[in-house]
């Protein structure tokens, strides 16, 4: 990984970053060196989206593009939108793009996802996307200690709202991004197990034939992770998938997963 540095946005400083290669080289992500940094999660989103045509993608809360580039590099025909909030990491994701050849297809707006106002003077009009997908933070700012690092925060916590009193909730982040899917369109994301009951409640009335699988670091070990998929406006019973594991005893990845981090297989979510 060859260290190099992106004029950020950010104090008008330079952010030291690396050049990594995901997907078996297929997916080129400039990122930062430190911090926050692309992973299994974003890797794990991204094949839980079964391949169809889709024509319009939404990442939220994005980052560096991981998610949405992997899955827009399997789409030929797609357009990409990456909405994130910190104009430091709108730069690697603009560059991702274009190291991608995806420059042409993809955008990368820079706002909060709660924000309509600011959405829609970006041009993204609600029940659009044909696909959603988000890794969103994954804690609330009265549930944990905000990391000193501003990219590593924002990807961990939950920022305030819009109107500045108190913070977002991920209800809230969940609605707002559903808001951007059409009638029929997907909606993937990933988060934490103990999130289901309100990833549940923030689709209510608005997401249906919900699929939910655990994701376990090993075997007879507790889940770690859930990956929810649905459709909008679907009134399909929720349905419970087989759980993936990630590693062996030795701490290997299991074939399925070392399958999908080489972008030879998808998840049958």
Not at 14 to 38: K, M, N, S, W
Not at 117 to 136: D, E, I, M, Y
Not at 188 to 215: K, N, T, W, Y
Request: charged fraction near 20%; hydrophobic fraction near 45%.
């Amino acid at each position: 990984m060859a260290e190099i540095t992106t004029n950020g946005q950010r104090d008008d400083s330079c952010v030291a970053a690396t050049e990594d290669r995901l997907l078996d080289g297929r997916l080129i992500l400039r990122q930062p060196a430190r911090g926050h940094r692309a992973g299994t999660d974003a890797v794990l989103l991204a094949a839980a989206v079964a391949d169809r045509r889709e024509t319009f993608i939404i990442d939220v809360g994005a980052g560096v593009g991981t998610a949405g580039l992997a899955v827009t590099l399997r789409q030929p025909e797609s357009e990409l939108v990456l909405i994130d909030n910190d104009p430091t990491i709108a730069v690697f994701a603009r560059h991702n793009l274009a190291a991608n050849g995806l420059a042409e297809r993809g955008r990368v707006v820079v706002a909060d996802v709660m924000d309509k106002v600011a959405c829609r003077l970006s041009g993204l009009a609600p029940g659009t996307a044909s696909l959603v997908l988000t890794n969103p933070p994954f804690f609330a700012p009265h549930n944990v200690r905000r990391p000193a690092d501003p990219g590593r925060a924002g990807a961990r916590v939950l920022g305030p709202s819009v109107d500045g009193e108190g913070g977002v909730s991920l209800i809230a982040w969940l609605r707002a991004s559903l808001a951007m899917l059409e009638p029929g369109g997907r909606f993937a994301i990933i988060h934490r197990p103990d999130a289901l009951a309100q990833l549940l409640a923030g689709f209510e009335g608005r997401l249906g034939s919900v699929r939910v699988m655990p994701v376990y670091p090993r075997e007879r070990a507790d889940a770690i992770r859930i990956i929810v998929v649905g459709v909008k406006g679907s009134r399909a019973p929720l349905v419970m998938r087989p759980g993936l594991v990630l590693h062996e005893a030795d701490g290997r990845f299991t074939a399925t997963v070392d399958a999908i981090h080489r972008g030879a297989a998808l998840l049958d979510v």
